[in-house]
Nanobody, 114 residues
Framework: QLQFVESGGCLVQPGGSLRLSCASSGSDCRIYAMGWFRQAPGKQRELVASIASGGYTNSADSVKGRFTISRDNAKNMVYLQMNSLKPEDTAVYYC????????WGQGTQVTVSS
């Protein structure tokens, strides 16, 4: 099964940028469509952006035009470039496959605040 380690989150001011990284291990993640998810306090986990094994991407309306998902299959890495961050983007961010999830990693905390 796949295992995930997310990194790159921190405190950032509104309008700032961050790049999150997801390292996968335990299997070949190249065959899977992958997603970045987030969970804000008191809210359910939601899918933010996804990328198919072939590279086709999609994103939630709330982040469209601001967040970009990408992957490096050779390194088993998935990235999330986040620009023009807003306070409502504050959440713990996770990566996983899009269905029949593997165990969730620890996530990485993103806090957008002045």
């Amino acid at each position: 099964q796949l295992q995930f380690v997310e990194s790159g989150g921190c405190l950032v001011q509104p309008g700032g940028s961050l790049r999150l990284s997801c390292a996968s291990s335990g299997s070949d993640c190249r065959i899977y469509a992958m997603g970045w998810f987030r969970q804000a306090p008191g809210k359910q986990r939601e899918l933010v952006a996804s990328i198919a094994s072939g590279g086709y991407t999609n994103s939630a309306d709330s982040v469209k035009g601001r967040f970009t998902i990408s992957r490096d299959n050779a390194k088993n890495m998935v990235y999330l470039q986040m620009n023009s961050l807003k306070p409502e983007d504050t959440a713990v961010y996770y990566c996983n496959v899009l269905s029949n999830y593997f165990p969730w990693g620890q996530g990485t905390q993103v806090t957008v605040s002045s």
